[in-house]
């Protein structure tokens, strides 16, 4: 196992194994080789700098890519002017892309100062050969790309471009691997995210995900549950199973096992107190899930349920396969089965052919599901999917007054629902210290609220019974109970 790999002992003059993860583990130590002559040369450790942009799997893999910095050598800088500048990007809407391209060019004058720094981008973005060939026409100083699928092999790439002068590239279509035993180094040493599956089939005709993160793919159960077992050992208390839509875990493994048994399997767990997962597609949510939910000890009060449009009409173009009517329904079986819980969403507002009727039906499902809280976006046309081909693209003038209505109504809708909870005394994961004063900790209630309360930094990582005073629309403050 990684953990017990001693990375000096490995023969680097040899040709690297071809079996993974070994193979990353030899490319390691000849990182480990290219830090210590840096350091002797310049009579400091090289640093390096991640960027996460997107969603919580890219901030999972960003994780791993720390990991591999570290135990190759370099220290954690905390500004991008690094020798090394890694961005694991995110294209689920444009203005991810555009957020990327900004900061390029800021890199870029940092580089000119930095003779020794290198630059790399991974992640979704890089699945895109437009935004690839981009890049190496208009940034040409960039040293190293690789995409979603070969992010295991990151140690072989950094080996490869910490002793070359070229742009390296390497970009795989697809893949249908999964390697374990890689290493991570978490943001929290109490919670962890944890993939249970990789890619997506869904084809939510707006969607770019499916295209750059490939094929759904399941994580075996015996090897989640190692990994989530070596967290518990290791001060995890939170987990937040990972998957672009969990309720089709396992249907792809060679012994099938669904969602909710997995759940159940993890709530074994010793030293594991709360259990999250995202996200839930509303078309495959089982009677089964809900009645593990309901029982369950750990399994947090909350469940993302994205419900993008409450149209049917849109719906189906959208190819979500669920209408209006089921979506209600749902909600309202979940709420009822379970009486506490947080419902959250995600909304598109503006997508193709959407009138004012449709719109309507949204702002319709919100008021009668009454979410605790929502994402709201922009409809943001994806190249390559069907719904950037479709005919009526709405004009941005009226998908930006239809969004600030339906923000509008959420936001009043999700201060009334935190409202309900003031008064009350309920337990808070510490997380972190307050950002803005330092006499303040920052935690989450089960249903995923955050809570701020006066407490030492002592209690980070621990579950605090805590007073809710006040509700300040999405946050609360609270006091030690
Ligand atoms: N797998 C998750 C969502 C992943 S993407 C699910 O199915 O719910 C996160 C959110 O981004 C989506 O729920 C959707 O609301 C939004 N999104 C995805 N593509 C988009 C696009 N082209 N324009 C605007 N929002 C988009
Ligand atoms: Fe995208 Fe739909 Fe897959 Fe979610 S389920 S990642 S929205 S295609
Ligand atoms: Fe973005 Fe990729 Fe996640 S496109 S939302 S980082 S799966």
Known sequence: MYNETDFDNIDIAAEPPTEEPDRQFYFMAKCRVWVREFEKKNSRRPCFFTQTFGCQMNARDSEKLTAILEQAGFLQAKTEEADFVIYNTCTVRENANNKVYGHLGLLNAYKKKNPHMKIALCGCMMQEPTAVSKIKQRYSFVDLIFGTHNIYKFAELLAVSLNSDTMVVDIWEDTDRIVEELPAKRKYRFKSGVNIMFGCNNFCSYCIVPYVRGRERSRKPEDIIKEIRFLASDGVKEVMLLGQNVNSYGKNLTDPLTFAELLEKVEQIDGIERIRFMTSHPKDLSDDLIAVMRRSKKICNHLHLPLQSGSSRILSMMNRRYDKEHYLNLAEKVKKAIPDLAITTDIIVGFPGETEEDFLETMDVVKKVRFDS?????????????????????????????????????????????????????????????????SLLTGRLSNNSVVHFAGTKEMIGTIQNVYLKEAKGFYYIGSLQ
């Open 374 to 438: 929502a994402f709201t976006f922009l409809y943001s046309k994806r190249t390559g999917t069907p719904a950037a081909s479709m005919d009526g693209q709405i004009p941005e003038q009226i998908a930006k007054e239809r969004f600030d209505r339906l923000l509008k109504e959420v936001q009043a809708i999700a201060a009334e629902q935190a409202d309900l909870l003031v008064g009350k005394t309920l337990p808070v994961l510490a997380e972190e210290i307050n950002r803005q004063d330092d």
